[in-house]
Every structure is written in C-alpha cells, then in structure tokens.
T-cell receptor, first 113, second 112 residues
Framework: EAGVAQSPRYKIIEKRQSVAFWCNPISGHATLYWYQQILGQGPKLLIQFQNNGVVDDSQLPKDRFSAERLKGVDSTLKIQPAKLEDSAVYLC???????????FGQGTRLTVV | QKEVEQDPGPLSVPEGAIVSLNCTYSNSAFQYFMWYRQYSRKGPELLMYTYSSGNKEDGRFTAQVDKSSKYISLFIRDSQPSDSATYLCAMSDGTSYDKVIFGPGTSLSVIP
C-alpha cells in the first residue's frame, strides 16, 4: 500500500514570497490533515479536511495560509506571503473516516530566509 | 498549562537498557492514546495505539495509560541503536471529527 506522498521535500524561499505544498493521501482515506512542525516541537494541526470539506481550520493563519482539497483526494497548502517564522516542516497525514490513527508523509521542510 | 506535556530530553541510554518515556495531559476527555516514532528528517510513524486505561504490549514496546492520573508511558525493553529517534505522544477525544493533539516529543539516543 502506497503511503502519503508529499512534494517538494525541501524548499527555500525569501520572506514575502509565496510557496505551495502538495499532498496525495493514502487511497481511500477520507480525512486529511496538514500539520506544522517547528524544530524541537510536536506537530501542530493547521487544517483538517473530511473529503473535500474543511472540518477544523481554527489554527490556520488565514491571513497568509490557505488550503484546498478539490475532489476530496489531493490537497495543496499555500503560504502567501511567507514570514521567517513559517520555517518548519509541513506534514500531511491521512486516515479513514472516523479513524484516529494518522499516517504521515515525510513532510516538506520549508526554510524562509 | 499546555494540553499535552512531555520531557523533551535528550535522553541517552546504553544499548540493552529499559527506556521509560512519559507524557502528562490536562484534558480528561482524551480517550485514545498513541505513541509515534519520528526518525530525523522523516514523518512520524505510529508505534502504539491504546484506548482508555490499561496496558498494551507489542514486542519490546509496552504502552501504559493511567487516566486517573492523566499520565501515559511508553516502555522500551532491550533498547537498540535503531530505537534512536524522537518519540511523540499523541491523544484524542475520539469525537466524530476529532483531531490528534501531539506532545513536543522526547529525543532518545541508544548508545551501542
């Protein structure tokens, strides 16, 4: 069974630039999460999708972050404009409907300079 | 008070030692408890998953939950260098559209 795929693996951008991350969850998983993991900290939930609907985006900085999950499969997370404090690993995870065991991708390591 | 707390370490032990990793939490509604292992530059992977209180064993790993004390533990027996990683506890209240809350992680090094 293929795991959660994320791209790119690494990205370096200057502050105020924009960036987008892509995630393809495990086939059949209805729930998709985006997490932000700052160095030395645990993952922090940014947004949760159930199919193509947003369930929880209470911790998403909506003035600069946006996410979508068209057709309930792939998802993209965008940051515009980026700030230095956005430097982190962005993890995508998925699970089946009602599941609480999240399966993670390898993440995208973002460095904002 | 943070919702989930965990000693960040780093914890360094000799090969073969028994390792004890712990988390405390404040939300009494949590019912599902997980331990994730995260190798450097990788995403977290699920190690153990328990529901409510009690113990669960899987090979060299034992997860323990004490809901009355809001305290969970992961024990690793006969630790190996390949166990060197960051261990994240995580928990959920199990509602229909729930979310998992992670601890900050404990960095473990097992020295050959």
């Amino acid at each position: 069974e293929a795991g959660v795929a994320q791209s790119p693996r690494y990205k370096i951008i200057e502050k105020r630039q924009s960036v987008a991350f892509w995630c393809n969850p495990i086939s059949g998983h209805a729930t998709l999460y985006w997490y932000q993991q700052i160095l030395g900290q645990g993952p922090k939930l940014l947004i949760q999708f159930q199919n193509n609907g947003v369930v929880d985006d209470s911790q998403l900085p909506k003035d600069r972050f946006s996410a979508e999950r068209l057709k309930g499969v792939d998802s993209t997370l965008k940051i515009q404009p980026a700030k230095l404090e956005d430097s982190a690993v962005y993890l995508c995870a998925s699970t089946w409907e009602g599941g609480t065991e999240a399966f993670f991708g390898q993440g995208t390591r973002l460095t904002v300079v | 008070q943070k919702e989930v707390e965990q000693d960040p370490g780093p914890l360094s032990v000799p090969e073969g030692a028994i390792v004890s990793l712990n988390c405390t939490y404040s939300n009494s509604a949590f019912q599902y408890f997980m331990w994730y292992r995260q190798y450097s530059r990788k995403g977290p992977e699920l190690l153990m998953y328990t529901y409510s209180s009690g113990n669960k064993e899987d090979g060299r790993f034992t997860a323990q939950v004490d809901k009355s004390s809001k305290y969970i533990s992961l024990f690793i027996r006969d630790s190996q260098p390949s166990d060197s990683a960051t261990y994240l506890c995580a928990m959920s209240d199990g509602t229909s559209y729930d979310k998992v809350i992670f601890g900050p992680g404990t960095s473990l090094s097992v020295i050959p």
